[in-house]
Every structure is written in structure tokens, then in C-alpha cells.
């Protein structure tokens, strides 16, 4: 069997109706959502399943709610397929999701953990005042330039390498704005605001990243098998002592998406496959390489679409 490699989903993947089937026919997933419910102590599961999309994209709502959607059909999977990953990735939010698929963290502690995280990145910075952009076709050197420029005593910055040719910026809305003005007048005419309620990994969530610290040293953190590629590095790590400050870490720093994929593949990943709702990271994989194979896992089709072990 090809080296297969699991990724997770981050925040904006979700959607009312995510998990349900699988939970309906599936006791793992079910028990998975049963799980999370009593950790939170109010009923995640009915969110998940119901909606509304109003409450479910409150960004405290949406944290532990994809989490526990991915972490569900990662259970079915491995009780159906018995596919075995050789790495393990997930996009800002989903780092937490593939942390838990390597036994480092528990499930209860994960969901609590992400809940308080989208409570802080919330709360770091009021509404309005931060914004994210999303800056195609343009080079990560250029872009660092333009944000250097548009600055102005502000913060504005790289925040997501995804893919080739899509880089997403984050800081103050003025900042922000200023930044797609300069990437047009320059000719990178593909500049947009993000549907977004914060300023994620930029400087403006520094906040934030403390709170979560104090969370985190709460928590308990097991070995990890296989290890997590992670957002902050790019890099496969399989020291469980160094989780709690690569997760803290993240929440300022840039997503490299892209060199963690890139990497992966070094590492010998040839099928990818995205566990939990949507198929965003499906996507972003193909326009990094063309070499892996990519599948996707968040119900009942998309499960047999699997290949035979």
C-alpha cells in the first residue's frame, strides 16, 4: 500500500449537517459526538447536525465543531478501512484534529482546548478592526515587501501560504487595505477580502496565544505516533514536549500550508486524505503537486470512494 498521510480541515470547512450521517450509521462516530457533548458540557452534536450556520460560525462554535466532525470520521475510517497514516497535518485549527489522531492529546481536552482558543482569537481583537485578504498570483518575498510598505506603524502580514500563487495577509483592516491597494497598483490585480471575523495568525492575536499557554499547561500531552507535521515549522515532529509551544506558537505565526504538504511528500506521502467536513485542503493539495493522489472523508459516499487497503 501507498504511504497514505491524513490532513484535517480548519476553520471555514463547516456546515450544518456535517457528521450526522456518518453518526447515524456509525456507533464510533456517535460516540464520538457524545464525547465532545459532555466535555462541553451543552450539545455540540445538535449544532453540528442542525445549525443554525449563524451559531455554528461563532468562531468559539466552530473551533470544537469541526474538530469533533474530523475526529468522528477518523473513527470510521479506521475501524472500516484500517488505513494506517505514516504522517499526520492539519490546517490551523486542524492541527488540533491531527494531534488527536496521534493519541497527543485526548478528545475531551482537545475540544475544550479549541473552544477556549476561538473564545481568545475572538476576544484579541474587536470587530472591524482587524481583516484578512487573500492576495492571488503574487510571490511570498513580493508580498512581504508590499505588507512592509503598507504597514505604516500597523500590523499587517503574511498569514496563510496555502498553495502556489495564494497567500493570505492579516492585520489591521486599514493595514490590510492599504496592502491590496499596492499588490493592484503593482499589478496583482486579485486581491479580496476575507469573510472573516479576526485577524488570525498575525501579531495582532498575541493575546490570545497567552491565554491559550495557561490552557495548555493544563493539559496533558501523550507520545505521538505518527508524528504531526505542523503549521508553525513545516516539519514532522514526534517530540510530544514540544506541542504545547508549536500550538501556542501558531496562533501568531503564518499557516505554511504549502511547505507543509511539499514536505510531506518529501517524506514519502503519495495519497492524501482529507478527514472531516469539506474538501478544501483536497483542493489546495492539487495545485502544490501534482504527484499525490487526494481523497476526501466526511460521509457516507466519500467513505466508499476510499481505495482497498
Known amino acids: 500500500m501507498a504511504n497514505t498521510v491524513f490532513i484535517f480541515p ?31 458540557n451543552f450539545s455540540l452534536s445538535r449544532l453540528c447536525f442542525q445549525g443554525p450556520d449563524e451559531e455554528l460560525k461563532l468562531t468559539a462554535n466552530t473551533q470544537p465543531a469541526i474538530l469533533t466532525a474530523s475526529v468522528a470520521a477518523l473513527r470510521v475510517v479506521q475501524t472500516e478501512t484500517g488505513l494506517l497514516p505514516t504522517l499526520l497535518a492539519g490546517h490551523s485549527l ?16 482537545a475540544v475544550r482546548t479549541v473552544r477556549s482558543r476561538g473564545s481568545f482569537m475572538q476576544e484579541a481583537v474587536p470587530v472591524g478592526v482587524g481583516a484578512m485578504a487573500a492576495i492571488l498570483s503574487v510571490e511570498a518575498e513580493i508580498l512581504s515587501e508590499i505588507c512592509a510598505e503598507a504597514a505604516q506603524g500597523e500590523v499587517v502580514s503574511t498569514a496563510n501560504f496555502n498553495s ?20 493592484k497598483a503593482r499589478g496583482f490585480r486579485k486581491a479580496m477580502l476575507l469573510p472573516v471575523s479576526a485577524p488570525f495568525h498575525c501579531a495582532l492575536m498575541k493575546s490570545a496565544a497567552d ?12 507520545p505521538l505516533s505518527p508524528p504531526v507535521v505542523t503549521n508553525v515549522e513545516a516539519l514532522a515532529n514526534s517530540d510530544s514536549g514540544r506541542v504545547r509551544e508549536l500550538l501556542v506558537a501558531q496562533v501568531c505565526a503564518p499557516v505554511r500550508w504549502a511547505q507543509s504538504v511539499e514536505e510531506m511528500i518529501r517524506l514519502g506521502g503519495e ?39
Request: glycine letters at 10%; aromatic letters at 6%.
Open 211 to 222: 491565554r491559550l499557554a495557561e490552557v495548555l499547561d493544563r493539559v496533558d500531552v501523550a
Open 271 to 309: 495519497i492524501f486524505v482529507e478527514i472531516g467536513p469539506g474538501k478544501v485542503l483536497s483542493g489546495l493539495v492539487k495545485r502544490i503537486s501534482k504527484l499525490p493522489v487526494t481523497f476526501n472523508v466526511e460521509d457516507l459516499a466519500s467513505l466508499k470512494s476510499l481505495p482497498p487497503v
Open 94 to 109: 486542524g492541527e488540533y484534529s491531527a494531534l488527536v489522531a496521534s493519541g497527543a492529546l485526548s478528545l475531551a481536552d
Open 10 to 40: 480548519g476553520q471555514g470547512s463547516q456546515y450544518a449537517g456535517m457528521g450526522k450521517e456518518l453518526s447515524a450509521n456509525f456507533r464510533v462516530a456517535a460516540d464520538i459526538f457524545a464525547e465532545a457533548d459532555e466535555a462541553l
Open 164 to 183: 502556489p500563487g495564494q497567500i493570505v495577509i492579516a492585520g489591521h483592516a486599514t493595514a490590510v487595505t492599504r496592502a491590496m491597494e499596492i499588490a
